[in-house]
């Protein structure tokens, strides 16, 4: 089946970028997602990028995209405490078809 | 996007009571999602609750152990039958696919479950 690997842990200095990877295995993916999960809390929608495309920018955040490698990553610009959190990587083959998850990559701002 | 509440927020239980997990939509929605997160782990999908039919189950997860009800298109209901500890968790609803991007989800904020 469908397979999303992150790596568990990154921890940058607050000022500095943040570079968050996953990569996947079904090459039928359509849609790939970026969510954050702060501490006690749900999951919120960070972004998300269409596989015909390769890059996604929205502010501080940029999403690239390798469909080649099945590769996608979340780069944070200008990194602050209040991003702290679990980044989940998320992926769907489009339709209604169900959205499989990452294994989710806590990211630690030290101040 | 869709503004999702869970009740309860957090509960602590014995061990063979069951627990009913309801989550409720400000606007009506398609599909509905139930996801166990246990401990330190990515999200499990449980089932699809779409209104008016039965509960989707993914593999590893049956009716009789986690019954879903979807009386109408802004809510929905998890119930964790029979609990023993392997089944602390985080139990989180989302909704989808939005007017949006499909398969779009949005969550609500889970439901923390504690078993002694």
């Known amino acids: 089946g469908e397979d999303v690997e992150q790596s568990l842990f990154l921890s940058v200095r607050e000022g500095d970028s943040s570079v968050i990877n996953c990569t996947y295995t079904?090459?039928?993916?359509?849609?790939l997602y970026w969510y954050k999960q702060e501490p006690g809390a749900g999951l919120q929608l960070l972004t998300y990028i269409f596989s015909n495309m390769d890059m996604k920018q929205d502010q501080r955040l940029t999403v690239l995209l390798n469909k080649k490698d099945k590769h996608l990553s979340l780069r944070i610009a200008d990194t602050q405490t209040g991003d702290s959190a679990i980044y989940f990587c998320a992926e769907s083959s489009g339709g209604y078809q169900k959205v499989t998850f990452g294994t989710g990559t806590k990211l630690q701002v030290i101040p | 996007s869709a503004v999702i509440s869970q009740k309860p927020s957090r509960d602590i239980c014995q061990r063979g009571t069951s627990l009913t997990i309801q989550c409720q939509v400000d606007?009506?929605?398609?599909?509905m999602f139930w996801y166990r997160q246990q401990p330190g782990q990515s999200l499990t999908l449980i089932a699809t609750?779409?209104?008016?039919?039965?509960?989707?189950?993914e593999s590893g997860f049956v009716i009789d152990k986690f019954p879903i009800s979807r009386p109408n298109l802004t809510f929905s209901t998890l119930t964790v039958s029979n609990m023993s500890p392997e089944d602390s968790s985080i139990y989180l609803c989302?909704?989808?696919?939005?007017?949006?991007?499909?398969?779009?989800?949005?969550f609500g904020p889970g439901t923390r479950l504690t078993v002694l």
């Open positions: 606007s009506q929605v398609t599909m």
């Open positions: 609750a779409n209104q008016g039919s039965e509960a989707t189950y």
């Open positions: 989302s909704v989808g696919p939005s007017s949006g991007v499909m398969n779009t989800q949005y």
């Open positions: 079904d090459s039928s993916s359509t849609y």
